[in-house]
């Protein structure tokens, strides 16, 4: 046999492996996007502003989909991160701008919030049999009627305005020049954090074996409850997190805000490959995914298209990509190499 | 006594009705709200009418392991295709029901094709259905008439059938909740469909070998659902003489918690017309009885939030208890 | 039999508590319709219409405030909302008329039951002349765009951007159709972008979306703000396409943070339709003619369209802290 014929063997077992991996799926469907939306966009998109543009979007949304995205590997869903966004954001307002506190006085306060609401959300979840689902709308509810009768009742108006501190908005309101947003670099900070913690450190397995069965992780020793509700602490965070960094980067929250996360970040896990019935998922898929959805919701208006077409568009191609997603899971899962010559 | 209490616990609706009973109690110590005056208003009846109509298509769906979101846009959908058809267009009202309707059947076919085709859950087809209608609606509404409000006004036989008031302010839209109520409660609980609905929210592949028309029956749920969608909105179009562009988002979140309130079960294979019906009530009471109270408008979505955990809590806890309740053996003679 | 009886006595207890805390009284019971409860311009319409009250129940008489949840369905839950204004017994009814084609019938039955009727907000003096009302409070939202076209046009804008970031509900349609209006009106042109559901309450997609539009077409050199949160994103956005003083800002309403940005010279204008008066005197005018028939002959008092630019900034600023502007 010679070592020529061996070598490209291995090349297409390799190739073939990668074309396997649920996440190369979610990667055609990233790229193809950015290619038609470069054709469309032309120089401008391809350059800094375009980069940026879609960057910063899916920094925020990114942030969010994280955890939600563990959630979901492990059987659950978010719907509350829609009203802790505001609310986080309303809470530094309230505490730096109307009480006039140190910014990281706000910013501390805005972020346990965050974690109180997650914290509420997973005790909920493990100690009554409600669906999450139905758990997460009621506390989404909650925070929202509490977020605006607290608002006005102590501002008087529903929304408030702070000026951050110059350490305070550096660290999580800037950008450099101007473009690139400092959330963006959370972002990848954040994903390369979970990415260890899901598919490196022994605590991801524990999550996948959450999805995959409840009872039989309880009873081979998984503190089921604890993962769960420190799940939910963790998505509640980073809501409260793209909130404050809102509020610190735009000098204002107001309280009618973010209800578009709540499907926003549910589109980019799912895109990125994560099971809606869990124990399946990877980081790389949610990073992916939220790329897909950032660009074609900023390439829209890069685009030249009549946005009022926009809706359509985007409604269209990501049915598209969750559909060819599936399409090609289902395909490389079926592919098997040709038998070695013995 | 006993068993009885525990037959009424084991209905699917009997949260819901205790629910219903709380929060007019909540409302009147707590809020000092006028019992007679809240019975006799027509406001949450109303709203309770055109939600219901849409809440047991949703709730059947759900039943039988399914969701469907797109309903949110498929209401304003529904007004605005009349509107643009006989508003705009000037084309005979009867057109424009045609036309809405049509729609609901072809987005509620296009959502079970995709649902049987596909391994992509009902909920994320049905999200990619609600943005994409979303953009149709303002789209068409947008470059086909230039405004995101269109106004049109029907013949005097279509109002006085699908969009006219009985007595001062009670819609018309309250007899046709009532009788589509009806006609489910007796497909699904005295005909063979009934039977395969649980059968399939219970295990759809036991289902499937058993004989069950799975995929007719899937396709024939989200048509059902997105039709009810389109049709709602149409009698509004009628009613109001006009008809919005709107994403619709709230209207989803409403739907899935009657849905919920009356006793059917996320996971599938459990529910009942009956319990949809009166988890509608409860949340249109919880919805618009605020209204009736005291109480600063500014809390209402806690007290909506509040309404569902507990509402859905009480569910939960009979059902179980319900399912613990064993009927004592009769003593023989 | 005993959880009969628990039944029954609750119910009793129930009916009894009504009749207990129902009193009467002798003042006048104005119900309000008005926006959403988180809308920052309707919460200040809000404050105006309570203050307002303070002299209606010192009068014996309440204020009550009925908005839609959202703006999905506006004109269809306003009415809805009329209605139930009268099935509550209202002595008064304040209403906008947003959506004419579905507001009117029920309009038409209040003034039937003999209630008397003031429109505020939108409509103008045609619409309470049509309806029978007793008069018109406030700026006409299809003015206070025009207002703002009007002005940028007037200051140096050639091409104007209208933001809509809730398409589909008439106010803010009317915002942009009447800002495409007063920029034609001065010679010039305009547009409106429509922003996606998926952008809906995200600031910083509304920076994004601004910044990716002007980017693509340079010949904007103003862009109009129809929410107070889209003000703060648009100013950004503007910054980020490294367009800062180049492109103009004005926008419907204000509160701190957009006086901030005038201040700063980040933003031009802002259209000031005062709606603590429209609040406060759509109640006050009902108040005195229902309790002593009192009225205003003065058809139509409009509360705006006001331009708050630099020039008089300052006297806002403490009306905005207070949430009174």
Redesign the interface.
Known sequence: MSSDANTSHDLVGMLGKLIRRPEFSTLIGTVVVYVFFAYL?GK?FLGA??W???L??AA?VGIIALPVGLLMIAGELDISV?AVV?AAALTTALVSGHYDLPTWYGVFAGLAVGVMVGFINGQ?VTR????S???T??????????T??FT??I???????M?PDPSAKALLGS?IN??F?ATIFWWIGFAAIIYYFLHISPWGNWVFALGGDRESARNAGIPVSRVTVGLYMLSGFAAAFVGVS?VL????A????????I??S??CV?IGGVL??GGSGSVIGIVLGTLTFAIV??G?????ID??????????L??IA??SN??FR?LALSYATKKKEG | MRDAFANFLRLPGAGAALSLIGILAFFVIFGSVDLVQLMGAASWVNFAANLGIVAIPVGLLMIAGELDISIGAMIPAGSMTVAIVSGHYELPIIFGMIAALGLGVIVGTINGLLTIRTTVPSLIITLGTLVAMQGIVLTASKVLTGAASVAVTAPEWAKVIFGSLLGASHQVIIVWWVIIAVIFWFVVHKQRFGNWLFAMGGDRDSARNAGIPVDRMTITLFILSATAATFVGMCQAILFNSAQVSGGMGIIFNVIVSVVVGGTLLTGGFGSVIGIFIGTLTFAIVNQGIYFTQIDRNWSNLIIGATLLIAVGMNESFRSLAMSMVARPKKPA | MKFGKILATTAALALTATGVLAESHSGADIFVIGGKPDDPFWSIVKRGAEDAALVVEAQGGSVTWLGPQNYDNLGVDAAELIRQAIDQGADGVVGPNWVPEAMDPAFQAVVDAGIPLVIYNAGGIEAADRLGALNYVGAVDYLAGVAGGEWLGNNGATNGLCVNSLPGAANIEDYCNGFAEGLENTGNSASTMPLPATAQGNVTAVAQAVRAHLLQNPEIDAVFATANLDAVGIVQGIQQAGKAGQVQVCGINFDEAILSQISAGAQSCAVDQQGYQQGFYAVSILNGHINYGLSIPTREILTGPGIVDAANIAATLSGASEGTR
Do not use: C, H, K, W
């Open positions: 966009g401008i502003p375009g940026s543009a879609f910063t979007m925020e829609g505001p909920l009554t049999s409600i669906p689902l139905i758990i709308i009621g506390t989404m509810f909650g925070a929202m009627g509490l605006l009768g006005v009742m501002a008087g108006s529903t929304g408030v305005f000026t950008s101007f473009m947003r809102q980067t735009f000098g204002s107001q309280v009618a805000a973010g209800q578009a996360f499907f926003n549910i589109m799912v809606l019935t919701n900023q829209i208006f890069f685009s030249g946005p009022n077409y926009g809706s359509i568009i985007i409604g269209a990501l049915l969750v559909m599936d399409t289902a």
